[in-house]
């Protein structure tokens, strides 16, 4: 597949007005995506579990105008956002020529996420996810033959990736793969692709409690931060290692080894915020309580063999992973003891899901 795989053939007979939705999950990577380049595509291959309970659900309604200008309002939780819509406008100029359409529809896009607003988790992976869901739906039906479900995934992760790169992780689940790798034949920098390889029981339902430790702004956005991997001087290093990483956990998830998965994926989160803290300006996203939590979970693991482990997104925020085996010990953990490092007492039980759907 190449980028001209994505230009559609349309129908004349375009549609007057109708409405779609989707809801898409959020999705949280165990080998990171960080560095990029040319139009949103990773320096390194990525693999992430799909989320099931963190989700956006988006309806887009559309009519008929004239004129060439894009027109749109979007709404989240019923409040019209002037703030979402500079980085909508962006991501309709990227996408156009995937979905020319665009500019003949005044578009309305109703918008809620299943997480607290500003909760510090990104809402841009399940939000552009979602937001190209319908958008192809659109483009579903207006198309001349039938749309395969292979072409619909893949297009839909290559139009989320152009609004957010991790995105293109959202739509299928449990297990998807963005970026080029030497080991997986189907991968591509284009969009995300289930990982079809076998996957030990080991992994299945695989829990992800995220703790929120800060819920303000990000200091400094991912944008920025990809930028920041441009000349810094331990980049090409770091992709290697990436791309090296997700071949060891490719044997990993095969084997079912838990303390092999701890490993690479600790250390995943620790070299990204290290890439944070070793560019030019450098900064720091972690707060004292996600240094807190992780001391906590190293010293749980060390008295009760726990095979729980932690990740971390651009943020101060903690993921823990762990086998669905030990829900109710780590969810008694959790209530019992690094309940104390969230902001206001808040966190997220959720687990490993299968992508995206349509309401
Ligand atoms: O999707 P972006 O451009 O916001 O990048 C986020 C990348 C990380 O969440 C930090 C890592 C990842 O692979 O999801």
Redesign the pocket.
């Known amino acids: 597949m190449t980028e001209l795989d994505f230009i559609p053939k349309l129908d004349n007979d375009f549609l007057k007005n109708g409405r779609v939705s989707y809801q898409s999950p959020s ?3 165990l080998v ?3 560095g ?1 380049y040319g139009e949103q595509l990773p320096e390194n291959a ?1 693999i ?1 579990f799909t989320l099931s309970n963190c989700h956006t659900k988006t309806t887009l309604e559309f009519e008929e105008k004239s004129g060439t200008e894009f027109e749109f309002e979007v709404y989240l939780d019923g409040h019209r956002e002037v703030g979402f819509e500079p980085k909508i406008h962006s991501f309709f100029e990227r996408v156009v020529s995937y979905l020319p359409f665009l500019r003949k529809y005044r578009f309305i896009i109703k918008t809620t996420n299943s997480f607290p607003h500003s909760s510090g988790i ?1 809402s ?2 399940s939000g552009m996810s979602a937001l190209a869901l319908c958008l192809l739906e659109m483009e579903r039906m207006m198309s001349k033959g039938p749309m395969t479900d292979q072409y619909f995934a893949q297009k839909a992760s290559f139009l989320a990736r152009l609004g ?4 293109a ?1 959202s739509i299928q689940g449990p297990l998807v793969v963005w970026g080029q790798h030497p080991e997986i034949a189907t991968a591509t920098n284009l969009y995300g692709v289930p990982f079809t390889a076998s996957v030990h029981t080991n992994f299945a339902n695989y829990q992800d409690a995220i703790l929120l430790v800060d819920k303000g702004e990000k200091q400094v956005s ?2 920025v931060g ?1 930028n920041l991997m441009h000349g810094h001087p331990y980049a090409r290093q770091r992709f290697a290692t990436a791309n090296n990483n997700l071949t060891k956990l490719m044997a990993i998830l095969k084997s079912g080894d838990l303390e092999s998965f701890i490993e690479v994926v600790e250390s995943e989160a620790l070299q ?1 915020h290290a890439m944070m803290m070793s560019s030019m300006p450098y900064f720091i996203l972690m707060k004292p309580n996600t240094l807190e939590i992780i001391n906590r979970i190293w010293a749980y693991r060390k008295e009760t063999k726990s095979k729980l482990c932690f990740t971390l ?2 943020g101060a925020n903690v993921h823990v992973l762990y086998p669905h085996s030990e829900k109710d010990t780590v969810n008694a953990f959790i209530q019992n003891d690094l309940v104390q490092y969230c902001k206001n007492g808040e966190y997220i039980l959720d687990e490993a899901g299968l992508g995206a759907v349509k309401l």
């Open positions: 999705n949280i990577a990171k995506y960080w990029k990525s992430s990104a841009s992976a957010s790169g991790s995105a992780r991912s944008t990809h990204l997104d651009a």
